[in-house]
């Protein structure tokens, strides 16, 4: 069967070339706009400057300032005295300190050394004669140290009294009590270490109230000694 239409007729016979001739077309003139470049006018400006053809400088004047000429030296004179020095110098003798066999030489004694003793604090455990109460006077070396132990737990138990704010707030602890039994018998705190101030104070309170003690002796001369001694606070 034959088409009826003229192909010379058909307008769609050619749209792929007319398409690919317009796309390019097209696609230049974007390239061509996005290529446009403008830039601004550039006014050319002439500049002159006039300057003589001939300078002249002008040289200031100065005015020559005339110093007179240092004065001469003043002249010798013709004729030069002799002055003769008449004062006396009197010389310093100088004796000799060497002796002879004939002086007497002073015989100097002995110089004897006076040792100074220096007070140390002793430990209680390394002291030879320990501190005691009066109730331990005269007790054997072997048992001082249990009788002072003993003595001293029976003052603290005697003073002892539990701080009412410490027993409201449910304080208890242990109190280390650092003191020193001095050459005279008498107490000194070095230091203490408490959970609480009111433990701290009470436990510093009952080592003051101490009656005092015999001293102790290392090598037979009162010398200071060292006691650490647990206090413990504890609520039943």
């Known amino acids: ?30 390239w061509q706009a996005i290529e446009w470049k403008k830039y601004d006018k550039v006014e050319a400006f002439n500049y002159t400057m006039d300057v003589d053809e001939q300078l002249e400088e002008e040289v200031p004047l100065t005015e020559q300032i005339k ?21 006396e110098v009197e010389e310093t003798v100088i004796e000799s300190t060497e ?3 004939e002086e007497e030489i002073a015989e100097v004694e002995d110089i004897v050394e006076v040792e100074e003793p220096i007070d140390v604090d002793v430990p209680f455990t390394v ?16 048992q001082q140290f249990t ?5 001293l737990d029976k003052h603290v138990r005697k003073t002892f009294r539990y701080p009412d704010m410490a027993q409201e707030m449910g304080i208890q602890g242990r109190v280390y009590v650092n003191f020193r039994i001095n050459k005279d018998g008498t107490i000194t705190i070095l230091n203490t270490r408490a959970p609480d101030k009111s433990l701290d104070e009470e436990a510093r309170r009952i080592i003051n109230k101490l009656p005092k ?5 290392q090598r037979g001369r009162p010398t200071p000694v060292t006691f650490a001694y647990p206090i413990v606070f504890k609520l039943n």
């Open 67 to 87: 110093t007179p000429p240092p004065p001469p030296p003043p002249a010798a004179p013709e004729v030069i005295e002799v002055v003769e020095d008449e004062e």
């Open 99 to 101: 002796t002879t066999q």
């Open 147 to 151: 009788c002072f132990k003993e003595n």
């Open 1 to 30: 069967m034959e088409p009826k239409k003229n192909p010379k007729a058909d307008l769609t016979r050619n749209s792929g070339l007319y398409f690919a001739i317009g796309l390019a077309i097209i696609s230049f003139v974007c």
């Open 213 to 217: 003690l015999i001293p102790g002796k």
């Open 127 to 142: 002291i030879e004669d320990k501190p005691m109460f009066e109730d331990c006077k005269g007790v054997p070396k072997a």
